[in-house]
């Protein structure tokens, strides 16, 4: 009888943090992309909008976790706010919608010596009307988060004013903040080098917070899990920014050096459970708003079934952290009994939770195997068969 209820309790856990949970899906996850060497071109890459769209919508049938897909304001919505009502039925047609809304401030020529922290007024001037153009496509989409990625930094000692770069950035960010309305909110990305090596102008989770708090009530920071020094402790930024009310989102990749973009979990998936952990130990009123978004560059893997394998490994480790009983892993925390604590943990982390999420989709109306049904389904041998040709013809640009 115990071990039943033991086990219905444990069921009930996971169905429960399953159901709740959802993780956004990147646009240009779908599309070409490649290194700073070159593109690897797969013929059932996405080439437009509309293919984008298409695909986010079948990982979310095959899922149930994705229902909304990020935008690259000038890969996706290069005519701004005229392009809205062309997304709008993308949305209806596919039954995913429009996610958080991501500027681009390192693409353009006039941005080589940086953006928003450039030395030049008007240089700034650009990259504050692209942002402020970024909220007006937010809203008019009605999304909620648009994600703030800076690549701005220098590559020598001495060629930038460090300092005078701070409170630039400050400024432009406090314009756009001024921008947003109810309902809208600023994410802060950082990330400690490249393509900057010297210096990057917001490099990691401090400066974010500091950048966050200047300008108003409506930013947080946004943890980019590929954007940190090999040993560094994530979970604790998470524990420290959800404490400070700041965590807004988390882009989800995995890494073996630096900025790998790899399929999440794939190198260390002990380190997305106990970062799943810490959120799901925290007070819900803090970890309400948390955007879950994926940010991952399929180089080598098929786009569909690495976006797939993505959503799955990420509902799998959310259920394996939520198995967890936090009242009696707190009891022996405080009592210090350090071996039946880490044993406690680790036994949720090593357990197979995948006969309880195939159940759960199973009663949701999902495919229990999504990567089987996609492989059984035939639906990359069809876009393949229908994009390959424009795919032969792929220029070099990134996405």
């Known amino acids: 009888m115990t071990n039943n209820g033991t086990s219905q309790s444990k069921k009930d856990r996971v169905w429960a943090a399953l159901d709740q949970f959802r993780i956004e899906i990147p646009s240009w996850g779908f599309a070409n ?33 994705s229902p909304t897909v990020a935008l690259h304001v000038l890969w996706d919505v290069p005519n701004g ?4 009502a062309k997304i709008r039925a993308l949305e209806k047609q ?28 008007e240089v700034r001037k650009i990259a504050l009307g692209h942002l402020l153009e970024s909220v007006e496509i937010g ?34 960010l406090s314009a756009m903040h001024a921008a947003t309305t109810e309902g809208q909110r600023l994410l802060i990305e950082y990330k400690p080098f490249e393509p900057a090596f010297y210096h990057t102008d917001i490099a ?22 590929g954007h940190h020094y090999p040993g560094t402790n994530i979970e604790q930024i998470v524990a420290w920014l959800l404490h400070l009310d700041a965590l807004g989102g988390f882009h989800f990749n995995d890494r073996k050096y630096a900025d ?54 990420a ?19 405080d009592d210090c009994k350090l071996v039946e604590a ?14 309880m999420v195939r159940a759960w989709r199973e009663a949701r109306g999902i495919p229990a195997d999504p990567l089987q049904e996609l492989r059984d389904s035939r639906y990359v041998e069809r876009i393949s068969q229908d994009r390959g040709q424009r795919n032969s013809n792929a220029v070099s640009s990134y996405a």
């Open 81 to 84: 706010t005229a392009d809205v």
């Open 204 to 225: 990691d989770w401090g400066m974010a917070l500091h950048l966050a708090q200047k300008v108003g009530p409506r930013a947080k920071v946004l943890v980019d899990t």
């Open 260 to 313: 790998d973009d790899l399929t999440i979990g794939s190198i260390d998936p002990y380190q997305v459970f106990r970062i799943f952990h810490e959120i799901l130990s925290a007070p819900k009123a803090a970890t309400e708003g948390i955007a879950y978004m994926i940010d991952q560059s399929h180089n080598l893997k098929g786009k569909m079934e690495a976006m797939v394998q993505s959503v799955v490994t």
């Open 94 to 121: 596919h039954g995913v919608k429009a996610g958080s809304i991501n500027p681009n401030l390192f693409q353009s020529q006039e941005y080589k010596f940086g953006s928003i922290a450039s030395p030049s007024a």
């Open 33 to 65: 992309t490649g290194t700073r060497f070159g593109k690897f071109v797969q013929s059932a890459a996405a080439t437009s909008i509309e293919e984008k769209f298409a695909d986010a919508g079948e990982v979310n049938r095959l899922t149930g976790a």
């Open 139 to 172: 809203r008019a989409l009605e999304t909620r988060d648009i994600s703030i990625w800076v690549s701005d930094g220098s590559n020598y000692p001495g060629t930038q004013s460090i300092s005078r770069r701070i409170g630039w950035m400050e400024e432009v």
């Open 342 to 355: 880490e044993e406690m943990f680790r036994d949720a982390f090593w357990t197979d939770v995948r006969p």
């Open 315 to 333: 509902q799998e480790l959310y259920a394996r952290a939520a198995l967890i009983d936090r009242e009696a892993l707190s009891k022996l925390q």
